[in-house]
């Protein structure tokens, strides 16, 4: 409930102030490790500057619907907000705070909040790369009734690269260590290709990877990969 207050609260603080910039995203996605199923996948994300642009909201949310075989269905849900402030040119804080479902994983529902430092540690016209590392907590239901409370770590890595005019290549990374648990850790990956099409509309190939060291529940050991064929707009 805390979780779902602060973005409220940033949300009506930033809607008072001035209109937010953002994109809308809607297509499909085929996974493969656990489950191998086609879905629906759709995102929105929205971002805005507080205070001049050293300071940053960005609100994001996305859903994912699928079956095989008319038996299996998966659907996934993700919300969150982050706040970051740039130190100076090099160097920047951030903040997040989010809540997911995803019972076929797993997952009943996991929220948690975090809280880092990070470095730029290239930026070029078309190329950057950034680092960033800090601490937080999670609470997860599993879909076994059991409950994980615990203080985390994490790592990040992400880059940027404008192959051409029309061409963009992303990379964002995140490992996850548990403090009470060395053996609890966890990896997420996504890899975005996005080509301008016309106007705001991008056409969108992305690649993502998720890897549980010990899974939410058994069954769940494989690492799950998905590939996403998307249509992005901005608005």
Do not use: C, H
């Amino acid at each position: 409930m805390r979780i779902f207050m602060s973005i409220l609260l940033l949300t009506s603080f930033s809607f008072a102030q001035d209109s937010w910039g953002g994109e809308v995203s809607l297509g499909s996605l085929f996974t493969s490790g656990n489950t191998d199923i086609k879905q629906i996948d759709s995102g929105l994300a929205f971002s805005k500057q507080l205070a001049g642009p050293s300071f940053v909201a960005r609100l994001e949310a996305s859903a994912s619907y699928g079956s095989q075989d008319e038996d299996i269905y998966r659907e996934k849900y993700l919300t969150a907000g982050t706040l970051r402030y740039d130190i100076t040119e090099n160097n920047f804080t951030s903040a997040r705070t989010y809540w997911t479902k995803d019972e076929l994983a797993g997952i009943s529902r996991e929220y948690g909040a975090s809280a880092g430092f990070g470095r730029l540690f290239l930026n070029r016209d078309v190329f950057q790369l950034a680092m960033d590392a800090g601490a937080g907590f999670l609470s997860r239901e599993n879909t076994t009734d059991s409950l994980l409370e615990t203080s985390i770590w994490y790592t990040g890595l992400d880059v940027n690269w404008n192959i051409s005019d029309s061409w963009t290549l992303t990379e964002s990374t995140r490992f996850n260590g548990d403090f009470q648990d060395s053996e609890n850790y966890y990896l997420e990956s996504v890899l975005e290709a996005t080509s301008s099409i016309t106007g705001n509309l991008s056409f969108v190939l992305g690649y993502d990877i998720t890897y549980y060291n010990l899974p939410p529940v058994e069954g769940n050991e494989k690492t799950d990969t998905a590939l996403r064929l998307q249509l992005r707009l901005a608005i």
